[in-house]
């Protein structure tokens, strides 16, 4: 009877190992703050090379109508990771620096990588995690704050809570918010810092430019070079992919790469510095792009590519400093052609370059025009590996497969939402060519202000609404507000946008 469970037993490992076999790999790739018209196959007028980016799309499918689903870096990444806007959770809008958390996924949250685990999946995630974790203080007190005396509190021989590992990821090296722009410059490997940082960064040697003034004089590590962290990352995920093709070739893989670039502060790495003719920046977004194509050629290298979907977009619009020196000296708009830039509503701070390659599967050169939100990443992927999702889970993602695929007939979504800089303060809703937005304003920047963006000011042509509605059809700078002028779309998509909040999802219950 032994012999025959054992039997049994090793039948069925065999068959989930062969079941896994099957699945194609997946890459994501995030990129931070980069925005739409920064990538050359995105923007005809850049004057940045992205000789790699533009590749990756000429073998796969460009989506010309791809949102962030907010317009900064932690809710956006928190709805990825979950398939659901973060504005339906507590602290949905918060941005989290230093020892800030707790982490924004909740225990019992499906998770994108704890999906594809259950599915026999290894799973990796290298860079910006930015989603919140608990650091501990010699009392084993849960800290939870920003700032430098937060920092200098961590107990480091602690393990860290809610960070990537406890997210549904085998393995985690990176850092726990904005790697250079942060109160805490140190790497994490797993759930611990095994360097922790001894000294507060000195910002003297750094380069100065325009793009530089975003450091914090936070605690730095000595093995944390603020001006290589890109390379480090690359090294991690590289060492990653050749080890599974070693170790375990049998199972598929989910990396994660987040990078830094291209945050503010451009901080190039030393051999990309003049590489562009752009400047600091530019030479910023050239390695960004380099390192698309060093993954790109590892999986190749490695006999992977054929059997890994890669996915590549950005976590929302590029910054206002970047754009503003970028036009001003270099007539680079990483916005273009829309308007508006982080933390802004507006089409420029959440319309996102979004790229997929599949060979074999998605169509070389091809582009889609359906509009899809990063949230549909979660469900998308769960129709790769041929998954269904719980009703409790991924309640804003939608399945873009047939689109992928080119087998779509109609538009996937009936509208999508964003979220600005905030909770349920600053919501938009798009279906079709309308765009509603449930304030006045950027819903991030103000524009009348800030000592940059004033130049960029455009008069609202309805002051007195009580928000904004545009026709991207028509207007796609978002130029003429047409609130007062069509009041019945106002109300139905006003109404659907608050049917959609108090629902608490977007996407029909499933069961």
């Known amino acids: 009877m032994r012999f025959y469970c054992l039997v049994v037993f090793f039948c069925l490992a065999q068959s989930v190992t062969a079941g896994a076999s099957k699945r194609p790999n997946i890459l994501l790739i995030l990129a931070d703050d980069l925005g739409y018209g920064d990538v050359g196959c995105f923007n005809s007028e850049s004057n940045i090379a992205t000789p790699n980016l533009d590749r990756l799309a000429a073998q796969g499918m460009r989506f010309t109508d791809a949102h962030s689903p907010c317009t900064v870096c932690t809710p956006t990444r928190y709805a990825l990771l979950t398939g659901q806007m973060a504005f339906r959770i507590p602290r949905g809008g918060t941005v989290f620096t230093g020892a800030g958390g707790p982490s924004l996924i909740e225990a019992g949250r499906l998770t994108l990588p704890e999906m594809l685990r259950g599915k026999g999946y290894t799973t990796a995630c290298f860079g910006k995690w930015h989603v919140g974790m608990t650091f501990f203080d010699q009392q084993g007190k849960a800290i939870h704050q ?11 021989s602690r393990p860290i809570q809610g960070g990537p590992i406890d997210a549904g990821f085998d393995h985690f090296f990176g850092t726990a918010c904005c790697p250079t722009t942060d109160w805490l410059y ?10 922790p940082p001894t000294q507060q960064l000195d910002r003297g040697p750094l380069p ?18 603020v001006q290589e962290v890109d390379m480090m990352f690359l090294k991690k995920s590289q060492q990653f992919l050749e080890n599974h093709a070693t170790v375990s070739p049998e199972r598929p893989f989910f990396l994660y790469h987040a990078t830094q670039a291209v945050h503010l502060p451009s901080f190039p790495g030393r051999a990309f510095k003049g590489k562009t003719q752009s400047g600091p920046h530019g030479d910023f977004i ?19 590519a054929e059997n890994t979907v890669v996915m590549f977009t950005s976590d929302n619009g590029p910054e206002v400093a970047s754009v503003f020196y970028m036009r001003q000296d270099h007539h680079h708009d990483g916005a273009r052609p829309w308007r508006g830039v982080k933390r802004d509503n507006w089409e420029g701070g959440h319309r996102v370059p979004f790229i997929v390659r599949w060979p074999g599967k998605v169509p070389a050169g091809a582009t889609s025009n359906q509009i899809t939100s990063l949230t549909d990443v979660m469900a ?9 999702l719980p009703d409790n889970a991924a309640e804003d993602s939608f399945n873009m497969l047939p689109a992928m695929l080119g087998k779509d007939t109609g538009p996937i979504r009936d509208y999508i939402l964003q979220q600005g800089f905030g909770g349920t303060r600053y919501l ?25 963006l004033k130049k960029y000011h455009v008069p609202d042509t309805a002051p007195d609404a009580a928000g904004q509605l545009y026709n991207l059809e028509t207007d796609p700078g978002e130029t003429k507000n047409l609130y007062f002028e069509h009041p019945k779309i106002v109300e139905q998509l006003k109404s659907l946008l608050q049917e959609s909040v108090k629902s608490g999802r977007s996407v029909a219950e499933r069961n």
């Open 286 to 304: 050239f390695e960004l792009d380099y390192v698309v194509g060093e993954l790109m050629g590892t999986l190749e290298r490695l006999g992977m």
């Open 380 to 388: 998308t992927v769960a129709a790769v590996v041929d998954t269904s």
């Open 146 to 156: 920003g700032g430098l005396d937060a920092v200098r509190r961590i107990d480091y």
């Open 208 to 225: 100065k430019h325009p793009y530089a003034s975003d450091n914090r004089p936070g605690m730095v590590a000595e093995d944390f070079d």
């Open 186 to 195: 140190a790497f994490i490997d797993g759930d611990r810092i095994p360097i």
């Open 428 to 452: 938009a809703i798009r279906r079709g060519k309308w765009k509603y937005l449930s304030h006045q304003g950027s819903g991030g920047n103000r524009y009348k202000s800030h000592r940059l």
